[in-house]
Structures are given as structure tokens and as C-alpha cells.
């Protein structure tokens, strides 16, 4: 047997610092781009170099895996064809970086699955994965797991574990978004916009991708195996209805819909006396009451998400009433009883601006405060909270408030994909940019992107 060669022996001395990898696979929705997960990648980044200047290391190292190639327009290609994209990147980004780490190489691991296994091996490494998808970018996501798990497994599974931990969508029309606030985008994405964009039909359920493909057993299946599933949404999306994001429906959304609201007239004041959630920082919302009677608390702040989680485990009559949208609510409960118990989380953004909180307790011995918002400020904040909660959800441009918005991706990162938040959270209001009249105008104009 050749003797091992100076940098060999070297390389073998050197004790690995990181047992397990855990990646972090992020997509954005129509027209969005990999910087809108900029402040989710930004706290997460913080609070990693936080913890290994506090000499808190549990051996794992953290890679998030972002998109490349379905930036802006790219995404009217379609969802298949960004999950294409997607596909080829996330492999790359793995393989390159077990390389790095552990000096594994795809190509060796692959040849080794020839090799005679027991359950009793035991594996040196680890690899974690967790998704993230806002919007169409969980579509996107669940398009591409089936066939990323096989490569990812078959390249890797007999060197190193491979775990599924967590899938978190943000907003995600898993029935479409053929049901919008807005009925000039609905009518134009419905009978014009199907025409020109594969992503459109997509969305509108004009071909077989969302009710067909995403429906079938390998891809619900593939959902099913991680260990955690979370819907995290706002109570006011106008862009994609709650039964869509959330396998439930707000009085406003069975109203939308053109369906008869279980609690009508003069019950309402009942359900509010009953609640307490008639009225949020002066605003009054009917929706939020009726989800309350029925045990579903909306959250408007990272310690709310954590006390408030739904046990997702079957749909609701008094909440998706059984002849309303019968066939959407058949792919619901397919997908409820497929892949297993989801865990729901509402959001509700208004109280944040009512109160326009400028002190946020990041600690328990320390308080970052952030400067007051100006006039357009307010104006783009009240927009988030009320007409465009969608985009808000990421705390993206043009609603790069963190101290109103930032807390749904400070969830995200410290709960969720369990990233240590940085000491001091940011808080500098529109650190992205701070929107200007005309795009303000024109956000008014042309909505939020799904």
C-alpha cells in the first residue's frame, strides 16, 4: 500500500470542524429575485458570526442556497422550468461545498453505493436540508424536491446521513391564485395573461402543473418526509386567498369567493365580546374575530408565532364549509392526509402599524431602538400592513421596515431553521432603500407579485 503523500497525511491530521452541514434551499416568487430573502439572509449571516465569536459552536455550519437563473422575468418561464434551474444549482452548491468541508467527492460517493451497508454503520457526517419558498417559490420548491432528494440521496446517502428537517412556505397558492383581491388581476392573469406566460397558466391552474403534478403521489410524498411542515401567511393577503396558502377561509376570503359566512349580522358582536380581537390598535377586522372564536390567533410579533401555531390536521366544515369550492377543497384534504399535519401560523401586520413600535426587546439585557419613520415611511408601512402584506411578509423592497416586518423572518431563521439571532437585531428602517413616490405609485398600480 503506497505511503499517504505529505498534504494526504496533513489533510488527515487536521480534525474536522463541522460534522454536519445543514442547507438551506430559498426561493422567491413571480418576478422576485434572490435578494428578496436579503433580510433573512442578513440576521442570519449576523447571528452565526455572533455565535462562533461566543465560541458557540454545535458543529454544524449553515449554507444558504439561493436561486440563480429565475431572477424578474425568468419566472414566467414556469414553475417546472425554474425548478429545472433550481434543481442544477442546489446539487452544485452541495456537492462543491462537501467537497470543501469533508474532502467527499460526488462522484466517489455515488460509486460507493455498490458497497455492502448495514443499519448498524455509523456515518461520520451529517447533511440537513430545510426550504424556504415565498409565494410561487414554495411551488417551485415542491416541484423540484422529488428529483433533488434523489440526486442529493443517491450521491450522498452512503457516506453521509441525510436529514429533511423543515419546509416553510410563505404565502405559497398551493390551489392557485385563480381567486385574487384584485378582480382586474384576476380577470386579466384568467383570460388574457395564460396566453404570453407559462408561469401565469401555472398559477391559474390553466394546465396540469399545480392540480395535477404537485398533486401526484411522488411529489406529496416528497413533502411528507420532512420532519416539519409550516404555512406561514398574513390574515389579509389580497394576492393568494387563505384556503390557498392555508387550507382555511377567512370571512373575507368566503365572501370573495361569493359563499355565505357562517357568522353573519348581529353574531359578529358576539364573537368580538366573546374574543377580544374585534378591535387591534384601532382596527377592526371581522376575519381576525371569527379565526379567534375558532382557536386560530393571528400573531403580530415573533413571540405570538411561537405561542400561537395551529395543529393542522384536517380541514375545517365551520372554517372551509363543505360546499364551497368543492374541488379545491378536495386537493386540500389530498394533501392534508398525504403529507401529514401541517403546523399554520397567521400573520396579522396592522396592530404593528397602529402602534408604529419603535423598541423592540432583542435580549434579555439589551434594547435597539430604531429611528422614527418620516411621512412616506408611514405611507409605505401602511401600505405593507394593509393593502400589500404579501411582499411585506419577506420584509422586502419596498417594505424593508424591520422593525414592523422583520419579525416573520427573525421566526423563520431562529424557530424555524434554528440559525441563533445576531445580539443585536437590525433595525434600520429601509436599509434596502426607501421607495420613491413613482414606485410607490406604481406598486399601487400593478399590486404585488405572487
Known amino acids: 500500500m503506497a505511503e499517504p503523500t505529505a498534504d494526504e497525511a496533513a489533510s488527515a491530521a487536521t ?4 460534522r454536519s452541514l445543514h442547507f438551506v434551499l430559498l426561493h422567491h416568487g413571480y418576478h422576485g429575485r434572490a435578494s428578496d430573502f436579503h433580510y433573512l439572509c442578513e440576521i442570519s449571516e449576523r447571528g452565526l458570526q455572533d455565535a462562533a465569536s461566543d465560541g458557540v459552536c454545535d458543529g454544524k455550519r449553515f449554507v444558504l442556497v439561493l436561486p440563480h437563473g429565475s431572477d424578474g422575468f425568468s419566472t414566467d418561464d414556469g414553475i417546472s422550468a425554474c425548478a429545472r434551474r433550481f434543481i442544477e444549482h442546489a446539487c452544485g452548491v452541495v456537492a462543491a461545498t462537501v467537497a470543501e468541508e469533508w474532502n467527499v467527492a460526488e462522484e466517489w460517493s455515488a460509486a460507493d453505493m455498490d458497497a455492502p451497508t448495514t443499519s448498524g454503520d455509523a456515518k461520520e457526517h451529517a447533511l440537513h436540508f430545510s426550504a424556504v419558498g415565498h409565494s410561487m417559490g414554495g411551488l417551485i420548491l415542491r416541484a423540484a424536491l422529488p428529483t433533488l432528494m434523489r440526486r442529493i ?6 457516506s453521509c446521513e ?4 423543515a419546509f416553510c412556505t410563505l404565502a405559497t397558492p398551493h390551489l392557485g391564485v385563480h381567486h385574487m383581491r384584485s378582480r382586474v388581476m384576476s380577470c386579466m392573469g384568467r383570460y388574457i395573461g395564460h396566453y404570453f406566460f407559462t408561469s401565469v397558466a401555472d398559477l391559474f391552474c390553466k394546465n396540469d402543473v399545480v392540480r395535477v403534478d404537485l ?3 411522488e411529489s406529496l410524498a416528497a413533502w411528507g418526509r420532512f420532519r416539519r411542515r409550516v404555512l406561514l401567511n398574513t390574515v389579509n ?3 393568494v386567498m387563505s384556503h390557498s396558502s392555508g387550507f382555511l377561509m377567512t370571512l373575507e376570503v368566503l365572501m370573495r369567493v361569493g359563499a355565505t359566512p357562517p357568522v353573519a349580522g348581529d353574531v359578529h358582536a358576539n364573537v368580538h365580546a366573546a374574543t377580544g380581537a374585534a378591535v387591534e390598535g384601532g382596527h377592526e377586522d371581522v376575519s381576525v374575530a371569527h379565526l379567534s372564536h375558532f382557536g386560530i390567533e393571528c400573531a403580530s410579533s415573533a413571540a405570538e408565532l411561537r405561542d400561537n401555531a395551529f395543529a393542522l390536521t384536517a380541514l375545517s366544515p365551520e372554517l372551509w364549509p363543505l360546499d364551497v369550492l368543492p374541488e379545491d377543497r378536495a386537493r386540500a384534504e389530498r394533501i392534508l392526509r398525504t403529507v401529514g399535519p401541517m403546523e399554520l401560523h397567521l400573520v396579522n401586520f ?3 402599524y397602529a402602534s408604529l413600535r419603535s423598541v423592540g426587546n432583542f435580549s434579555s439585557s439589551e434594547v435597539v431602538a430604531c429611528s422614527s419613520p ?3 415611511s408611514r405611507m409605505m408601512i401602511c401600505l405593507g400592513a394593509h393593502r400589500f402584506s404579501h411582499p411585506a411578509l419577506l420584509c422586502k423592497r419596498p417594505f424593508s421596515y424591520p422593525s414592523i416586518f422583520g419579525f416573520v423572518s427573525e421566526y423563520v431563521a431562529a424557530d424555524v431553521l434554528g440559525i441563533p439571532l445576531p445580539r443585536a437585531v437590525p433595525r434600520v428602517d429601509g436599509d434596502a432603500g426607501v421607495p420613491g413616490a413613482a414606485e410607490a405609485a406604481a406598486l399601487a398600480v400593478h399590486g404585488a407579485n405572487a
Open 15 to 18: 480534525p474536522r470542524t463541522h
Open 153 to 158: 440521496e443517491n450521491a450522498f446517502a452512503a
Open 162 to 165: 441525510v436529514h429533511w428537517d
Open 215 to 217: 398533486l401526484s403521489d
Open 237 to 239: 393577503d389580497g394576492t
Open 350 to 352: 396592522r396592530p404593528c
Open 374 to 376: 418620516g411621512v412616506l
